[in-house]
């Protein structure tokens, strides 16, 4: 799990662990020394199906499953790891959530954004390249099937987003952690490629807006992880705005749609804070605030049901699909 925030191959093998799983102990002494054992159980998993996602997304090995084969195997392990969960460590609205269910939950969105996000990077090439090809019903299939994946991380990254923003308002957020800072960073990402590539969601560029401040928020009172993230968003917005003012720029149109549906986000500021990162009259629009999110399943819609119920997963991909991955200019900072 620590792996998949710094973008390291797996050092260690799960074959290579004989310690068995966590389990209740009879007494008293069960309760009062030791860590809730369906939660442990709950992470271990979860971090054994990350471990799969870095190994067979992320690596060069050559696998006898197609991509897509992966991909599905990868997303079932996810739903199954999300239904088996009790009720205990499910995202229960009715009361408050222990902070380190919610973790559990971000780790889980984190994982589905690792599973299904070179689909969406795929889609964001594609959309920025000139040429058209001619459609056939393989190739509309495919398209489907690709939106479906691009979905699920889209959905994934929401979700993470409102929690975050959730807890931020309510003064939740551990102002200098790590990890609140790396999960905002990867949905804010995954929110402005979302808002260029399908013109139905140009309203994610306003959470990617709100993530943005955050981080500058989380930043200005000394989180080094925040500034470094802060950093990067920084080079997207400058490159965003290189391409709206170029005169050739294919996304020109569309980056003017989504810089024009964020204008009324309203800025942060750093001495709107608390102590611990309150945003008491932070100026964040109602419509990056949560309402009821206790849903951490909204990925799986009829189209990626009907994905995951395929026996045979075999269509046949441009190889620029996989390539994708390795593509990117920092492999590290894409895997994290």
Known sequence: ?????????????????????????????????????E???????????????????????????SFLQREQKLLISLKEWSCALSPQIRLNRDGPVPMN????????????????????L?????????????????????????????????????HTHSLIVEEWTNGSVPIFGYFYAHYLFSSALIMVISSLVYPENSNDFALFEAAFEILRAMSSHGNLA???????????????????????GHFQSDLSRVAESSTDLAIIAPNQLGSFGTTAGS??????????????????????????????????????????????????????
């Not at 269910?101 to 969406?120: D, E, G, T």
């Not at 470094?228 to 170029?246: G, H, P, W």
């Not at 620029?320 to 894409?334: C, G, Q, R």
């Open 226 to 248: 925040a500034t470094e993230f802060y950093d990067n968003l920084e080079c997207v917005k400058q490159c965003l705005d290189k391409i709206r003012t170029s005169e050739g």
């Open 1 to 37: 799990m620590y792996g998949s925030k710094v973008g390291w191959p797996i050092q260690i093998s799960d074959a290579d662990i004989y310690v068995d799983m966590p389990s209740n102990v009879s007494g008293d002494i069960h309760n009062d020394h030791t860590s809730d054992t």
């Open 101 to 120: 269910v919610i973790s559990l939950h971000l780790q889980f969105n984190q994982c589905i954004m690792l599973a299904s996000r070179p689909v969406l």
């Open 283 to 336: 100026g964040i629009p109602e419509h990056t605030v949560p309402g009821n999110y206790a849903n951490d399943m909204a990925f799986l819609g009829e189209s990626m049901e009907e994905f995951l119920a395929q026996p045979d997963v075999d269509f046949l991909l441009d190889p620029s699909l996989t390539d994708t991955v390795y593509s990117w200019p920092n492999l590290s900072l894409w895997t994290a």
């Open 39 to 65: 939660f442990l159980i709950a992470s271990i998993e979860l971090a054994k199906i990350t471990g799969q996602v870095i190994d067979r997304v992320y690596s060069r090995k050559q696998f006898p499953e």
């Open 122 to 158: 795929h889609a964001l090439i594609q959309a920025t390249s000139p040429e058209s090809t001619t459609e056939d019903n393989a190739r509309t299939n495919i398209r489907q099937t690709l939106k479906t994946l691009s979905d699920a991380c889209i959905h994934a990254a929401r």
